[in-house]
């Protein structure tokens, strides 16, 4: 689809944000859900998209290598850091809340302590009810959907 004739659905404000759906439980999901239906459509061309989330309780739990050409397309480059070979499992590390940023925003850095950038692409996952230890086969059942 052409970005020219892509939507998307504005919720009230009554509704709240992403984080407050998410952390008011059922109700809240099902406030999002009704509002939904009835959600005023814009063009993505007139929206600013922002971070997902603002409002963390904890870091973020992220994974790495956690597919063989992310592994690959590095190797050689990790100046020093190269591992003796390819890892069993995926890698994890944590962000602190703060370094959320919607796709639009300004990177900020010092040049003095940054001197060489790297790009990735982020994807993030919330999950809208407590769990630990989720089998994969049930995984998608955790997670808040807005539409019925």
Not at 28 to 34: N, Q
Not at 44 to 72: K, M, Q
Not at 132 to 144: G, M, N, Q, V, Y
Request: a negative charge; proline letters at 7%; charged letters at 30%.
């Amino acid at each position: 689809m052409d970005e020219t004739e892509q939507t998307l659905g504005l919720l009230p404000k009554r509704v709240g944000a992403v984080d407050d759906i998410v952390r008011g439980g059922p109700a809240a999901l099902d406030a999002a859900r009704a509002a939904v239906r009835g959600a005023s459509v814009l063009p993505l061309s007139e929206v600013r998209l922002e971070a997902p989330l603002h409002r963390f309780n904890r870091d973020i739990l992220c994974t790495g290598w956690n597919y063989w050409d992310h592994f690959e397309e590095s190797k050689g480059k990790r100046e020093g850091q190269e591992p003796a070979s390819r890892p069993e499992h995926p890698t994890f590390f944590t962000k602190g809340p703060d370094t959320v940023m919607g796709p639009f925003d300004a990177l900020a850095h010092d040049e003095r302590l940054s001197a060489k950038w790297d790009y990735e692409a982020e994807i993030a996952l919330v999950i809208g009810r407590t769990g630990r230890s989720i089998p994969e086969e049930k995984a998608l059942a955790s997670c808040i959907r807005l539409r019925p």
